[in-house]
């Protein structure tokens, strides 16, 4: 298989021809692999692979899920592989071993994915964008030198490159997103519950985060939503699930929806102009659809919201950090966090309870604010992001001029104004490439639901995908451009 017909396969494509003999999962692996060589110079997507998941691939040890030998990749954060490296993008976790497998690993293993590599991360997943002092900086396929989004920057861009068909990935204020926005991929953050996070948490962020996958096809994250949505023994609760799979719900039209969109800043990031078209053309296709759409923003007073975010994040990070050191031998210096993270980790050594107390009630009221939006519309359509993607150096923990006063607006806000919401509301929502911006940067429409209700959502996307099929853009670093 040359790597041109490699990348032409979304996800499920290529377990297709694995399940009718017409390729071997060691055979993908080793495409795979070259792709990787090809292509990850210039994007540096993929911190490591696995020989054994490749070239010493025994493929009695792949499960027998939908998506069985399809390469894949782990992002570099909570995913862990017992066994494996995990280092959270930081210099500090260099060298650290994971010890067991959370449920998601175990649940992707039996998905039938070949797990053969380990995804790029900003340090604790702490930014829109995915640069570090470990692993240096993450482009996105179409721009050398531009932000692949963060924090699942690496999953995504490796996706859209054409190296692997699909990629984990974690999403906490927008980290499956965001990358998904500026790589021209498909993201979906599902409902929080949706995925279990056991058994090392109960919930990611106090259920501020998801855990899921980066793909280029709205049915292939339909058919892993089937197999990673399987509530575990100690979850903390569980949400309400359709009787029939995600993936024959996504084949069905979704009936006439109230659907509101807008792109009002909610972080005081004015949208880009061309970004705001977008929206708004996709707003028409879905009047002209059926759908009842008018034009009507959500009310939040956003960086207040994000502050409270950050106090909740912080909180005990101290504690988290000086476990890692203990794990790892290496000591908390200025040497071991970048800029950004070692004054977080100070700050967060000074925290009070009463500061996490009272940003857990903000978030609270942001919640019930942000909830009467969805009592009056099913969906709410925006931009996933204001801006297509930016330089590096725009938004990453590297800066020395960022403050704990600042944070917010400096680093957060401008990549997180329009994905925050959902992760207040513990909503599902999804990123989908619908158009091209005129500097040649894919731009993002997010499509966000009530609570469980990703069926509606995927149901939504694949009319999208059929409407405004995004397949045909291919980036300029991408596997189709390397002679094999």
Aim: with cysteine; aromatic share 6%; glycine share 10%.
């Amino acid at each position: 298989m040359n790597l041109s017909e490699y990348a032409s396969y979304d996800a499920l494509g290529l377990a297709e021809l694995v399940a009718n003999k017409h390729v071997s999962p060691k055979e993908l692996a080793q495409t795979a692999a070259r792709a990787i060589d090809a292509l990850n110079p210039a994007v540096n997507a993929v911190v490591e692979t696995y020989a054994d998941r490749i070239e010493d691939l025994d493929e009695r040890t792949l499960g027998t899920g939908p998506f069985r030998g399809v390469p894949f990749l782990i992002k570099d954060f909570f995913g862990h592989e017992a066994g494996r490296t995990i280092e959270f993008g930081s210099r500090l976790c260099r060298g650290m071993i994971s010890q067991q497998d959370t449920h998601l690993c175990e649940l992707f293993k039996a998905s039938g994915v070949n797990i053969l590599g380990r995804s790029a991360a900003p340090e604790y997943s702490m930014s829109g964008t995915t640069e570090s002092a470990l692993h240096g900086n993450t482009s996105t396929p179409w721009k050398r030198g531009y932000s692949a989004g963060g924090s699942t920057g690496g999953g995504m861009a490796a996706v859209a490159a054409g190296m692997v068909p699909i990629a984990h990935g974690s999403d906490i204020a927008g980290s499956i997103r965001i990358p998904a926005s500026m790589c021209g991929g498909v993201g979906l953050k599902p409902s929080r519950g949706r995925v279990s996070l056991g058994p090392l948490q109960d919930e990611n962020g106090f259920g501020l985060g998801q855990n899921f996958v980066q793909t280029m096809s709205v049915r292939d994250a339909a058919a892993m939503l089937d197999c990673v949505a399987a509530p575990q023994i100690g979850d903390p609760f569980l949400i309400p699930k359709p009787e029939a799979s995600y993936a024959a719900l996504t084949r069905m039209r979704p009936p006439a929806l109230r659907i509101g969109w807008s792109t009002k800043p909610l972080m005081g990031v004015e949208v880009d102009p061309e970004v705001a078209r977008a929206v708004e053309r996709t707003a028409a296709l879905l009047a002209e659809m059926g759908h009842h759409v008018s034009e009507v923003s959500p009310e939040l007073d956003g960086l207040t919201a994000m502050r409270h975010m950050t106090d909740v994040w912080f909180f005990g990070f101290d504690l988290r950090l000086e476990g890692y050191a203990k794990r790892s031998g290496h000591t908390i210096t200025p040497d071991t966090l970048e800029p950004v993270t070692f004054k977080i980790y100070e700050h967060a050594r000074q925290m009070k309870a009463a500061q996490f107390v009272n940003a857990l009630a903000g978030i609270n009221a942001a919640r019930r604010q942000l909830g009467r939006y969805f009592a009056q519309h099913d969906i709410w359509l925006c931009p996933t992001t204001a801006h297509v993607a930016e330089p590096w150096g725009t938004h990453n923990l590297g800066r020395t001029d960022v403050t704990i006063e600042n944070l917010a607006e400096k680093i957060f806000r401008g990549p997180c104004q329009f994905t925050l919401p959902h992760n207040i509301l513990g909503i599902p929502a999804i990123s989908l490439p619908l158009a091209l911006h005129s500097a040649g940067l894919p731009i993002g429409i997010q499509v966000g639901a009530r609570p469980a209700n990703e069926h509606i959502i995927l149901q939504l996307a694949a009319a999208l995908e059929e409407a405004m099929p995004w397949r045909g853009r291919v980036p300029p670093l991408h596997v189709t451009g390397n002679a094999d």
